[in-house]
């Protein structure tokens, strides 16, 4: 079975350069922002833009791909001129990916700041509607977070329990190995992937995940502190990845989000995963 293993890849130059990145890297899958992840107002995408990505795309064999919404979007936010913004970007995104061949746009649920679970989680639901409405848009997925307050979404019965109340099948999740540990979800010993694997299952269904975010934890278990760390080098280990990537998590997408820094590079992680899940390396 072929692992699909790749990276968050950078659109400078324009967007068809994520695939040529993706490429250079060998991902056999990748993960990008359609636009600046820091900016409210963007360019819509022309049909030469989206005929030249979609071209190299379909001739690179790399599938599936996943693009990311930007960083300042908020879907619980109770100011109301920010939830409306929020709400457009997510519907934004959804298009684009439909008009890119997109299959699948990530998600993170937001912050009430301060209002609580149940009213944040209510502007979650509506924003969520309107947004798997796009016609022959992409499968949302709702990435779980690593539970700092007023953050939603980082336990599975919080993320069961919205994907529940919006009711369309064309929601999943993505799952961030790092934020799942810094809320208390060990998976360094087959025991405990077992117990988060099948709690996953019972609250949400193993079916709904279609991504892994691959990134080792700054943060010691439970600590809630989102900090990722290249593959190994965290307080999950070698031993724990060696773990995962032996399980039926290595059988769905892996994208690594691993720092830009002088102790290893890309290809190092790379390197690392294959060799850590006992595949060749060159």
Not at 53 to 81: C, M, T, W
Not at 221 to 229: P, Q, Y
């Amino acid at each position: 079975m072929l692992m699909r293993l790749g990276f968050h890849v950078s659109i400078e130059g324009g967007l068809d350069r994520a695939v040529d990145r993706a490429l250079g890297l060998g991902c056999t899958t990748f993960q990008f922002f359609t636009r600046s992840p820091r900016m409210w107002k963007h360019a819509d995408i022309d049909e030469e833009t989206a005929s030249v990505f979609r071209s190299k795309l379909q001739s690179s064999g790399i599938r599936p791909v996943f693009a990311h919404i930007p960083y300042l979007p908020n879907l619980a936010s109770p100011r109301e001129d920010i939830y409306a913004k929020s709400v457009e970007s997510l519907i934004v995104e959804a298009g684009r990916c439909r008009f890119l061949g997109v299959p699948y746009l990530v998600t993170h649920l937001g912050s009430s700041l301060g209002t609580g679970y149940e009213a944040g989680s209510l502007r979650v639901v509506q924003a969520l509607r309107e947004a798997v409405n796009v016609k022959a848009g992409p499968t949302i997925l709702l990435e779980n977070t690593s539970g700092k307050r007023n953050d939603l979404g980082s336990t599975f019965q919080e993320m069961g329990d919205i994907m529940e109340r919006v009711g369309n099948l064309r929601l999943g999740v993505c799952m961030d190995i790092c934020h799942a540990f810094a809320r208390g979800y060990d998976a360094r010993t087959e025991d405990g992937l077992k117990a988060t694997l099948r709690d996953f299952d019972e609250v949400i269904g193993l079916d709904r995940l279609h991504l892994i975010h691959l990134n080792d934890s700054m943060g010691e278990l439970g600590s809630r502190i989102d900090r990722h760390e290249h593959i190994g080098l965290g307080a999950i280990g070698e031993e724990g990845f060696a773990n995962i990537l032996k399980s039926e998590l290595a059988e769905k997408p892996l994208i690594m989000e691993t720092p830009v820094d002088e102790r290893r590079t890309d290809a190092g992680n790379m390197r690392k995963v294959l060799e850590l899940a006992d595949l060749h390396v060159d």
